[in-house]
């Protein structure tokens, strides 16, 4: 997949240093977090098998049920992601595994983890 150059152009619109691209409320750890909750969310539409106000979802048994938060630690500090649950606790999320306070394929180091609502 290609990512627009337009939309990177946008997203660069107020670069003045590094810091606005790597720093601690930098450019890269933003997107690093939309994009993560966005995979989340996507993970937990695959497995519950409807969209988020989906009819379809009506009595089904499970489905979404708030968010828990969780800390990762990575080369650019600390970030806090809102992580989606389900009302039966069985959705075991892939890109940041239940129980692990690092993403494998994305950090390379490992943090807490912490519980909220």
Partial sequence: MAIDKTL???????????????????????????????????????????????????????????IGRKALKGDFGELELETPRDRQASFEPKIVAKGRADSPALMTRSSRCTRGA
């Avoid at 939309?34 to 089904?60: M, N, V, W, Y």
Wanted: negative net charge.
């Fill in 8 to 66: 990177i152009d946008q997203l660069l619109a107020d670069y003045k240093k590094p810091e606005d691209i790597i720093g601690e409320n930098g450019l890269l750890k933003q997107l690093t977090k939309a994009i993560l909750e966005r995979a989340l969310q996507a993970e937990l539409t695959d497995h519950l098998g409807f969209e988020k106000h989906d009819p379809a979802g009506h009595h089904s048994g499970n489905s979404r049920n708030g």
